[in-house]
């Protein structure tokens, strides 16, 4: 059972490009999410999904989009990367919040830095 | 806004002692908190939650207080050991809502 994949783990970008995270989960989570952790700052909420074909914005979604056309994908998308950007990616998944058994799964998460 | 801060930053205990983590909140539509941990490099790990009809519940070595009168929750880390050091967060939410995450603290065990 891997739980929560993010790939790529490491990830050099010059500034204007693009790139996509991609994040996999095999529990069959409804919930899924993308944050983003800077130093001396916990994590960020940057989109999240409550379900298959749903996104929404989070905390900080300015420069981002994500995609979830299936279940157990969630994708980040950068379209043009900004210095501002540098930062460590997580994804999570889980069932609805308040649930019985309804903690979040991390993954390993995915540095990127913007040069 | 909603936010879920830490008063500590920065934690250093002796190995066998006890530890106390605590976070403040201001979501009163808050009911489910969870703390986390996160060891260097890796992603965070779930510890134990609570909802807001408790306030308190026990696992391993691990106590979880929910004080919602003054919006504070506390992590207590009994007997702590050199494989406790790591960051914890505190997290809030309310059902079927998304998580917010405070700014964490670092706890360093002392040998």
């Known amino acids: 059972n891997a739980g929560v994949t993010q790939t790529p783990k490491f990830r050099v970008l010059k500034t204007g490009q693009s790139m996509t995270l991609l994040c996999a989960q095999d529990?069959?989570?409804?919930?899924m999410y993308w944050y983003r952790q800077d130093p001396g700052m916990g994590l960020r909420l940057i989109h999240y999904?409550?379900?298959?074909?749903?996104?929404a914005k989070g905390e900080v979604p300015d420069g981002y989009n994500v995609s979830r056309l299936k279940k157990q994908n969630f994708l980040l998308g950068l379209e043009s990367a900004a210095p501002s950007q540098t930062s460590v990616y997580f994804c999570?998944?889980?069932?609805?919040?308040?649930?019985?058994?309804?903690?979040?799964?991390f993954g390993q998460g995915t540095r990127l830095t913007v040069v | 806004g909603e936010s879920v801060g830490l008063h500590l930053p920065t934690l250093s205990v002796q190995e066998g002692d006890n530890s106390i983590i605590n976070c403040a909140y201001s979501n009163s539509a808050s009911d489910y908190f969870i703390w986390y941990k996160q060891e260097s490099g890796k992603g965070p790990q779930f510890i134990i939650d609570?909802?807001?009809?408790?306030d308190k519940r026990q696992g391993q070595r691990v106590t979880v207080l929910l004080n919602k009168t003054v919006k504070h929750l506390s992590l207590q880390i009994a007997a702590t050991q050199p494989g406790d050091s790591a960051v914890y967060f505190c997290?809030?939410?309310?059902?079927?809502?998304?998580?917010?995450f405070g700014p964490g603290t670092s706890l360093s065990v002392i040998p």
């Open positions: 529990m069959n989570h409804e919930y």
């Open positions: 999570a998944s889980s069932d609805p919040p308040g649930g019985i058994g309804t903690e979040a799964f």
């Open positions: 997290a809030e939410t309310a059902s079927y809502d998304k998580v917010i």
């Open positions: 999904s409550v379900g298959e074909g749903t996104t």
């Open positions: 609570i909802r807001s009809n408790m």
